[in-house]
C-alpha cells in the first residue's frame, strides 16, 4: 500500500487526487478503509482508518488484508453461486448420492435439501431414491441442467480468472507457495486433531 498517494479501495489504485469510483471519493475523504461486517444481526459497517492500517504491525496488517480477502470469497460463493458450484461439480462426476454431495459441498444436510429441491422444481436436476442406499437420494442433471452447467462452469472460469488478474504468473506461483506454507503450518498449529 502506498499510503496516502494510491487509493487501496479497489485494484485499479487510482490516484487519491483524481479516484474513479464512489467508494474511492469517499475514502478519499475520509481516509478510512470500509470493512463490511459479516453478522446478519448487525448491519453495521466496521472501519479500519489508514492511520490505524499504517500503524500497525506487518502480521497485523497481512491479517487484516486476509480477513478482508476473505470476506470477498464468501459474498462471491453465496446464493446463485451454491447453485452453480452444484452444477458444476454434477457436471464432473455425472451421478452422486445427496450423502456424499453434502459432504463434498461442506454444507449441512439442511441445506442441501433446501437448495436441491429448488433446483429440482426448475428441472436442472433429477433425485431418485438412491438404489445402494435407501437413506439417501441420487442426484443427477437433467438436459436443461446439463447446458446450465457448462455455462455455470465458464462463469465461475471467468471469475477465478479475474479475481486474480492483477498478479502475473510469477506473482500467483509465489503467491501459492505462501499460502500453501501458511495453510499446513497454520493446520498442525491450529485444527484440533479427531
Known sequence: MQDEKVCPICKNHCSLTKPKCGRGKKYAETMELPIKSNDKDKKSEHIYKLEDYQKSNIDEKILMNLRDTGYIIRNLSRGIVSQK?????????????????????????????????????????????????????????????????????????????EMFSCLDTTEKEQFLSILEKLNLDWDSRYLVKK
Open 85 to 161: 458450484k452444484i452444477l458444476t461439480l454434477l457436471n464432473e462426476v455425472g451421478k452422486i448420492t445427496q450423502k456424499k454431495l453434502t459432504k463434498k459441498l461442506g454444507v449441512k444436510s439442511a441445506f442441501s435439501s433446501e437448495i436441491l429441491s429448488k433446483m429440482e422444481d426448475s428441472g436442472l436436476i433429477k433425485c431418485t431414491d438412491s438404489k445402494k442406499d435407501e437413506r439417501t437420494m441420487d442426484i443427477k442433471l437433467t438436459k436443461e441442467g446439463k447446458m446450465e452447467a457448462v455455462l455455470a462452469g465458464a462463469q465461475m472460469e471467468d471469475l477465478h480468472g
